[in-house]
């Protein structure tokens, strides 16, 4: 299979260093790299992009070489970015880094004839003096060469400038490319948009240096819908660790992905066949109100992440919104579907003595009266953890409790509340 053709159908390229690119790749077993920032304990859906590109080239034989940035990570790259970053520690990077490869292992084959293997650029870095930086790779940068470069520019003419150590960056990212060129036959760079002017740095610093030729290529940049860049410092962050975006979560922001990515994002997100994809989209045309496409991406980009556990814990959770067993879920899972909700704490101590059910109505605020109240559960419009209750005079209780700290109420399809105890 044509990797090139692979990675077009599906939307991963953006931009391309050299029209050669297509035969180079054709012809060539490759060894391709790309940089991932190790400043955070979980990458996110920012980073998916690339890693399922990589995963696309090793699909098709080529050799992938994930590359995170232990050195350049304590600096901090400028690109995309309107102030400079916070600066991480030796210790934190090295505590990101171990859960960073557990990440893309599940992406990525790190086994067999055509593993992939995690590099550190902290490894080739550390030990070269600043003596040694300025004269084997500083001296082969202009200032006016880096100065023309857009994120550098952008960085200028904003409020808070450019620091030397991000202008700086520029070199570090570019030497990566050489020590890899050298050491590892590694002659083509994948990455973001942003990463344009660094990445044709890199080609430049290896004709310079040793002669070589290289290539490289970019993906476009997953946005939100007011096209606001994807990635942990935005605030906005998708994240790939279960602790910080639950199965459910993740679920969740897939299934809500709009009709006009859901094809994007299939092609993007998923390993689905793009001739299945094609057919998927048309049923999804002529029935849109059913949402198949997003039940399709969303079932297949938790998998690929979460396992069928995952999934199955998902699925499960995305249920009991629409009234399904909440007696199955955990604490932690009830507490993240119901997160938004309105919410009322109550003393534990009243609920194991008993309160009327329309009293909880009225005290939550879900009804004006107790007439209204038991009305409404006489009529069967009331539940209690989803399980629908008709007796107007019915008491809550410890009985009512899920994990001795909780209660859902529902009135209708929709209107939940939760009530905590303390």
């Keep these: 299979m044509s990797v ?65 940035g232990g050195a350049t990570g304590m600096i901090g790259d400028p690109s995309g970015k309107s102030e400079e970053r916070n600066l991480q520690s030796v210790g934190q990077i090295e505590k990101n880094l171990e859960a960073i490869k557990k990440q893309m292992g599940i992406v990525l084959d790190f086994e067999g004839e055509n593993k992939a293997q995690m590099v550190n ?63 590892y036959g590694c002659t083509m760079q994948f990455g973001g948009n942003d990463q344009w002017g660094n990445i044709t740095a890199g080609l430049e610093l290896i004709r310079r240096v040793d002669g070589g030729k290289a290539f490289g290529m970019t993906f476009p940049l997953v946005t939100t819908s007011t096209g606001e860049k994807f990635g942990k410092s935005a605030g906005n962050a998708v994240w790939l660790d279960a602790e910080k975006t639950s199965p459910y979560q993740y679920y969740q922001y897939w299934i809500n992905v709009s009709d006009e990515d859901v094809e994007k994002m299939l092609k ?61 879920l955990s604490e932690k899972e009830l507490r993240t579907i119901f997160n938004d909700v309105p919410s009322t704490v109550l003393q534990k101590e009243d609920i194991e003595k008993g309160i009327n059910l329309s009293d909880i109505l009225v005290i939550t605020k879900m009804q004006s009266s107790k007439g209204n109240a038991r009305r409404l559960i006489e009529q069967g419009g009331c539940y209690i953890n989803n399980r629908k209750v008709t007796d107007g005079e019915f008491t809550v209780d410890k009985n009512s409790l899920l994990h001795d700290s909780m209660i859902i109420i529902r009135n209708g399809k929709k209107n939940y509340h939760l009530i905590s105890l303390k």
């Design 4 to 68: 090139y053709k692979e990675l077009e159908k599906r939307g991963f390229i953006s931009q391309i260093t050299d029209s050669e690119i297509e035969k180079y790749l054709e012809e060539n077993k490759v060894t391709v790299y790309c940089g991932f920032d190790p400043t955070a304990e979980s990458l996110h859906i920012g980073n998916l992009v690339p890693l399922m590109g990589l995963a696309h080239f090793q699909r098709c034989g080529h050799t992938v070489l994930p590359l995170v």
């Design 268 to 328: 993007l997100f998923t390993f689905i066949d793009t001739e299945e994809i094609d057919g998927i989209c048309e049923e999804h045309k002529a029935s849109p109100h059913l949402r198949k496409a997003q039940t399709f991406l969303a079932e297949e980009a938790t998998k690929i992440m979460h396992g069928e556990k995952g999934l199955e814990s998902a699925k499960n959770a995305s249920a009991a919104l629409f009234g399904g067993d909440l007696e199955g």
């Design 121 to 183: 650029n902290y490894d080739w870095t550390h030990k070269m003096s600043i003596l040694d930086w300025l004269r084997d790779v500083g001296k082969h940068f202009t200032i006016s060469y880096m100065l023309a470069k857009d994120s550098v520019k952008t960085r200028l003419a904003s409020e808070s400038g450019i620091s030397y150590t991000e202008f700086s960056y520029m070199t570090l990212q570019s030497y990566d490319f050489l020590h890899l060129y050298r050491n």
